[in-house]
Structure formats: structure tokens, C-alpha cells
């Protein structure tokens, strides 16, 4: 069984489009993440929710909505993409404070 | 705020010698430290794990690593490396078991025949 799971896989879109990641955690942690990964490799926390409730929210524009329905699921919304979108997204999960469990990425393309 | 420094953003080696990917940290609290591996388009895997314990740290894959308060190091080395081992390893901190971690920028390992 897949711990923590993303859809899609891959995700090719034009500027200025809509688009959702989905991020689903069976392992019952009760905090997840979303991290960008962009060219350089360099990872960057974006945001981390607590039980549903938004606990860290780094310095990201706000077209960026990240929004969890239960504990197990976060999804996060990108709206007006734009070409410095363009990054690896990984979501995670942790049972507060111990490590952190990664999925295997959305690579995101901007066109 | 917490940081990390990896030096050497490529490391490369023979099979079967010594590893050694460095790791410098920087905590205003006692931090909390680890060491993930990223195999090409896959996800993070923890490697290993410092949170106050032991300061000598084994991993999964024969890696381990010491916590060195005085030198604010973290290092991980494996004794013979393994054509397997080639990726990318990231050190990371969180402040006292914060779920805020802070990864430096990569340490990518190429391991020649």
C-alpha cells in the first residue's frame, strides 16, 4: 500500500490556467505538507496543516490555496499559473513532530 | 531561524570507498536533524534520524552519521559505497521537533565502477 499518494503523476498545463494536486496519506499521521522542489533540486516548505487546520503558510503568493477536507487528504489549487510555477511538488505527512513521510511528486510544467 | 549548509553540491566516488556527505547546521534551539535520499524522479526516503538520543545515528542502507554539537555538524558517511547509493541526499532541521523542516540544498553522489 502506497503511504502518502499524489495525483497526477505529471501535470502539463498552458499560463494562466487552473489546476489542482491531490495528496492522500493512509499511515493516520495527523499533520501533512506541501514542499516545491524547483530546477536547482532546492526544497522549500509551502504550507503544513494540523488536523484541517493551517498551521504553517511560508511566503507564497496567494494563487496558491492549499485546502484539506479530512486529515488524511490535502490538496493544493494554483490558480493563474504562471511559467515560475514550473517545480517538482512533493506532499508529506507526519504524526506531530516525527518525521516526515514523502510522496513521490507532481512535476509541474507551465507552457 | 534554522539553516542548513551542505558542502559540495557533488560528491563523486569509486565503489567500495568511503562516503562522507557534509552537513553544517544552524539552531537557536537543540535542533532535530535528518538525512533523506532522493533516487532520480522519485520522492524523499529518510535515511536517518538525530532527535536528542544517541549522537551516533544509524540509517537504512549501512548509512550513518554523528551529531557533533561543538562543530554544529551533522555528517553522513557509509563505509564502502555501492553503485545503488548514486543519488541525491539532502540534510534537513527542525527546531525541537517543529513540523517546520528546513533542507539544504543537496548533495548529489555519483558512484563510478
Known sequence: ?111 | AQSVTQLGSHVSVSEGALVLLRCNYSSSVPPYLFWYVQYPNQGLQLLLKYTSAATLVKGINGFEAEFKKSETSFHLTKPSAHMSDAAEYFCAVTEGGSEKLVFGKGTKLTVNP
Open chain 1, 1 to 111: 500500500d502506497t503511504a502518502v499518494s499524489q495525483t497526477p503523476k505529471y501535470l502539463v498545463t498552458q499560463m494562466g490556467n487552473d489546476k489542482s494536486i491531490k495528496c492522500e496519506q493512509n499511515l493516520g499521521h495527523d499533520t501533512m505538507y506541501w514542499y516545491k522542489q524547483d530546477s536547482k533540486k532546492f526544497l522549500k516548505i509551502m504550507f503544513s496543516y494540523n488536523n484541517k487546520e493551517l498551521i504553517i503558510n511560508e511566503t507564497v503568493p496567494n494563487r496558491f490555496s492549499p485546502k484539506s477536507p479530512d486529515k488524511a487528504h490535502l490538496n493544493l489549487h494554483i490558480n493563474s499559473l504562471e511559467l515560475g510555477d514550473s517545480a517538482v511538488y512533493f506532499c508529506a505527512s507526519s504524526q506531530s513532530g516525527s518525521e516526515q513521510f514523502f510522496g513521490p511528486g507532481t512535476r509541474l510544467t507551465v507552457l
